[in-house]
């Protein structure tokens, strides 16, 4: 009797999976099916979401836009159709008992829509209409189709106003620099924090070596790091919604000022009743775009003679000879990436899944450069009742890097042609083949072998529950699990290749796991009040609990005696170190937030943070929000106005966030120490490292922001524009301390303040629209501001790069770490001298003042699409060390031609040589004025052409559906002559934290390569 009663339980239990007919025939529900269209050119509307308000009813649409969804109470029902591009749809309807009723949707196109939900940031009421602050969506399941992108980062470059993705350089998976608003701390990270569908997870950058950047000889990576960000498949994301101010006040709170990221991925397809298969493949070609400089050298009269310099022999005194190592021997040459991606999805009326798996080798235009991803995810939804909903994902993914020795490294290529090359140890052989030139061979420096590899666990759950109609609950739980396992292995060898602790042999192993853990709650009640039920209110509140493990374990050996045993612990010498951090954060919130029929919302919120990294003696971090949003077109009196202008809203917002200490920043520290014994031994010991300070608390920011968004034209054209005002106090600042207190390590302590205003604008326009031929465009574009307020009782000291005469400065009342030079305002051809200013003085912002990104769309006939997307950034400096290098070492061409031949004219010799005086004349030594550059451009990023396979040729593919996508990425840069080089978007130093963070140096850094594509798409 038991078997039987636990075995009809589990029958009963499965009939929800089992069963979309016996769902449908429950007693006292109905059934809804229809189709979505696009409500201009009648074609049907894919992954439009269908929903039953107060239920956790769903369904998306499929290919043929039809969708159908059962259980649904009976009685009196609103039905709700929502797309990313398209105004919402509603409808409502009577369900009734057994019954299907049909709806469809014709959905227009919209360039301000209102009625599209946003998940991140918002609680309670989540359409845009009801929020104050501007949270932005990017279609990435779009972009991934008809864009030349391949990773997360590029899906996002160019995208969303006010997000600045700077690209780190040309090699193979490095990181690039992620900026929202503008910079605001000094001393910790300013890249935003990045959610996978609710769930904390590392999006920070990975080193190969873990003891000391400058350690025995080395300089990590020269200025290449790894994201994290790219450890994920872009083809797994659906949208990606991107926080910048005072919305992220309530639901992130204290690790939030430098904006949130949250990547929403593909689900399964309530209401499928089917199978869905996707599979894309891919092939790169990665062309260098540049060619590396060849070396000159003018001939003295010992390097002509007998046993002169080869390239001399010949030649008379003062002849010019030139070389270029690294093209002759093939070093820049093209890659390649291949990639095959599948994806199901599918479902019935109760539950839906979403499975994928992607493979992708990346080889970069340099020896010993490659990227090897693969990655899995699988995705269940399942809708119990109409009131309960289970989401569960797990990720899965391998990440491979090799990555050569690059920018400013000793044994990275650019450097060694451009400072550490000698064109007159080039050698001839009898044939008239050239050798040599470089201080380490290229077979050296290919032998260098820099390796990372990640392997990394998404597990997540998210719950649904709405036991009341005006009651729902949302909890998830989920974790970012990942290890990083790092080698940096210079073989032993024979002929003289490396030098210091290199030369014999060496080896470096890190481990380092990293483990986020997320638990969060949200929880919300619904009201109307008011005879016409026009007032409405949201009462949200919830709770977030974030628990953060870092770990790292390095060695290092030093000696081998063979290379085939390259362990740590084989090495004649060997050390390690290791490194533990724990970080736990836990926020309590609330939030009201009124409306009044759809014109006027109203919000007040606040959060309360805990973090085990502030100071025992702070306590708690009280962060309020505010924000109205007055939809204007909704009043009655509109109407007359509706022809020109069809949407008009007004809204502001106010915020505070932060930015959380580092893990036992607070803490009284020590540091090991060997100590004499009595007898002349030794023993472990400890000194005082850093005093700690109890009182640390967060970094402060506080935001308002206010603007509008309006439609045109009935929604054919749209705006929107924003005005931010973001002031960051309490700064984390290190207090540098008396050596006689006997502490090696300065505290931080809470001082100084920084501003960052500026405008943010998005157009978006349909100009035309016919049934063969569909154009859609869009404009965003940022100023940015920033404003260094006060530093408290803290000096930063000046940094100088390379001279004295140029540094980066902390100065109240300019931007955070400005450059600063000596400025050349004159030159004497007749006294062969230049007169520059007396002292260094400002000299500009590291970072662009303003930015510019223009998409446009074009569809012909329904089946090609024609894309591009061009990028502007205007204001910012870099200093140009390559050819600061070049011209120091008497290698470049300006050193060496006649001004006819492509030489330094007389002026231009002594703008970069001097002598230099100021006007009292007093002497200067080596000034960088004309090395400090504009990285002001224009770039061609991306253009494609997606054609849509006729049936007929899809069927021979055996597939329902086929599409191929020609592209390139990069095509072409327009740069102002005043910047000597191929490409100034450079970002050579990807330091996140600390007052080197900001620096932007081209120095031997390999510019962005240009990337060829084909895509192959065919559905099942």
Known sequence: MKRRAILAALLFAGSGLAGPTLDAQQPGTGTIAGKATDAQSGSPLEAVTIAVQGTQLAAITGPDGTFRIGRVPNGTRVITARRIGYAAGTRTITASDGQTTTVDFALQTSAVNLQEVVVTGTAGNQTRAAQGAVVATINASEVTTIAPVSSVTQVLEGRVAGVNVTTGSGTTGTAPRINIRGAASISLSNEPLVFIDGIRTFSGQRNDVAIGGGAHGLERLGGQSITALNDLNPDDIESIEVVKGPAAATLYGADASAGVIQIITKKGRLGARGFRQNITTEWNQIQPNFTPLPLYGTCGAGDVGAGGAALCQGKTAGAVISDNPLQREGVYRNGSLGSLDYSGQGGGESFGYFVSADASNEYGTAPSNYYLRRTGRLHFNWVTTSSLG????????????????????????????????????????????????????????????????????????????????????????????????????????????????????????????????????????????????????????????????????????????????????????????????????????????????????????????????????????????????????????????????????????????????????????????????ANGGTAPGVVQA??????????????????FDAGFFHERAGIELTFYDKHTSDLLLTNPLAPSLAFTTNPFINAGKVDNRGIEFTLRANPLDRRNFRWDASLNGSTLKNRLVSLGKIAIPNQSEISPDLTYRYVVGKPLSAWYTSKITAIDTVAGRATVTGTPVYAGPQWPTFTANLTNTVTLFKNVQLYALVTHQQGGKILNVTPLYRDLTGTSAGANLTADQGGYSKSELIAHYGPFFTPTGTPVGLVLDRYLQPTDFVRLAELSATLTLPNEYAQRLRAAGASVVLGVRNLHVWKKKAFDGPDPEFQANTTLTGTAQYVSIEEFTVPQPRRWLVRLNLQF
């Open 690 to 707: 850093s005093p700690g300070n109890p009182d640390l608390k967060p970094e402060r920011g506080t935001e308002f922001e206010t603007g």
């Open 390 to 677: 289970i989401d569960a994902t797990i990720g899965v993914s391998r990440n491979d890097y090799r990555m050569p020795q690059g920018d400013d490294a000793n044994y990275g290529y650019l450097t060694q042609q451009y400072a550490l090359s000698d064109i007159f140890g080039v050698s001839v052989g009898p044939n008239g083949a050239r050798s040599g030139g470089l201080s380490t061979p290229v077979a050296g420096l290919a032998a260098i072998q820099n390796e990372i590899t990640t392997v990394r666990f998404l597990p997540s759950a998210q719950i649904h529950y709405s036991p009341l109609t005006w009651w729902t609950n949302r909890f998830t739980v989920g974790g970012d699990i990942s290890a990083t396992h790092g080698t940096t292995f210079f073989p032993k060898n024979s002929a003289n290749w490396y030098q210091g602790d290199q030369a014999n042999g060496y080896v470096e192993d890190v481990q380092h796991p990293i483990h986020i853990y997320t638990v969060d709650y949200l929880g919300n009640m619904h009201a109307t009040l008011g005879g016409t039920r026009q007032i409405a209110s949201d009462f949200s509140f919830g709770s977030q609990y974030i628990n953060t493990v870092d770990n790292v374990l390095a060695g290092i050996g030093i000696g081998l005696a063979t290379n085939s045993s390259n362990l740590v612990s084989s090495a004649a010498a060997n050390e390690a170190t290791q490194s533990y951090s724990q970080s736990k954060s836990l926020g309590l919130l609330a939030q009201e937030q009124v409306s009044f029929g759809q014109t006027l919302f109203l919000q007040a919120g606040a959060r309360v943070d805990r973090n085990s990294a502030f100071g025992k003696a702070f306590g708690s971090l009280v962060l309020p929000k505010f924000s109205a949003s007055y939809v204007l077109s909704q009043e009655s009196f509109w109407s007359r106005y509706a022809n020109l202008i069809s949407t008009l809203r007004l809204r502001a917002a106010y915020g505070a966030t932060g930015r959380s200490p580092s893990p036992g920043a607070s803490l009284r520290t020590y540091r090991p120490f060997t100590v004499v014994t």
